[in-house]
T-cell receptor, first 115, second 112 residues
Framework: NAGVMQNPRHLVRRRGQEARLRCSPM?????VYWYRQLPEEGLKFMVY????????ESGMPKERFSAEFPKEGPSILRIQQVVRGDSAAYFC?????????????FGQGTRLTVV | DQQVKQNSPSLSVQEGRISILNCDYT??????FLWYKKYPAEGPTFLISISSIKDKNEDGRFTVFLNKSAKHLSLHIVPSQPGDSAVYFC???????????FGQGTILTVHP
């Protein structure tokens, strides 16, 4: 019973390039959340998706960031034209249901470094 | 606008003693509270949770206390073990679906 799988674990991009982060939720989970952790800070909510739908993207920066969760395949967090300030750990979490009171299970994260 | 605060960046405890980690929140709409543990280079791992209808939840060495009037929760670990050394995040939810609001984290070090 595999957990939440994120790849790559580490990603280095030059300024101006695109970064694609992938997340496969736990088996049976249809709800995916992306969080970002900047150095010395807690995790900040970015976006909540269900299959083929963005439910809440209130934590996403207005520009350059997008997310999708297609009918088939993993969820993708895409960052266009990366800047140094995008360097962070990006965590994906999944949950089995649309419940207000449930824990989310996290992947191991993707550490993005922009040089 | 920090809705969830962990005011102690770090805590050092001797093995066998009690570790107490604290967390304060501002939004009275939060009604579900969780603690996550995180090792370096890994994702957060769920530890224990409590809903607002309770004031205490216990799971083995871990107990979470909730004081709704003070908007304060704490995690007690007893006895503490060196393997407990990690970053501990409190998180709140319940306003909608599974979206969580995290504190900044407390680094716990348990000395042998």
């Amino acid at each position: 019973n595999a957990g939440v799988m994120q790849n790559p674990r580490h990603l280095v991009r030059r300024r101006g390039q695109e970064a694609r982060l992938r997340c496969s939720p736990m088996k049976g989970h249809s709800h995916v959340y992306w969080y970002r952790q900047l150095p010395e800070e807690g995790l900040k909510f970015m976006v909540y998706l269900q299959k083929e739908n963005i439910i809440d993207e209130s934590g996403m920066p207005k520009e350059r960031f997008s997310a999708e969760f297609p009918k088939e395949g993993p969820s993708i967090l895409r960052i266009q034209q990366v800047v140094r300030g995008d360097s962070a750990a990006y965590f994906c979490a999944s949950s089995p249901q649309d419940s207000r009171n449930t824990e989310a299970f996290f992947g191991q994260g993707t550490r993005l470094t922009v040089v | 606008d920090q809705q969830v605060k962990q005011n102690s960046p770090s805590l050092s405890v001797q093995e066998g003693r009690i570790s107490i980690l604290n967390c304060d929140y501002t939004n009275s709409m939060f009604d579900y509270f969780l603690w996550y543990k995180k090792y370096p280079a890994e994702g957060p791992t769920f530890l224990i949770s409590i809903s607002s209808i309770k004031d205490k939840n216990e799971d083995g060495r871990f107990t979470v206390f909730l004081n709704k009037s003070a908007k304060h929760l704490s995690l007690h670990i007893v006895p503490s073990q060196p393997g407990d050394s990690a970053v501990y995040f409190c998180a709140t939810g319940g306003t909608s679906y599974g979206k969580l609001t995290f504190g900044q984290g407390t680094i716990l070090t348990v000395h042998p």
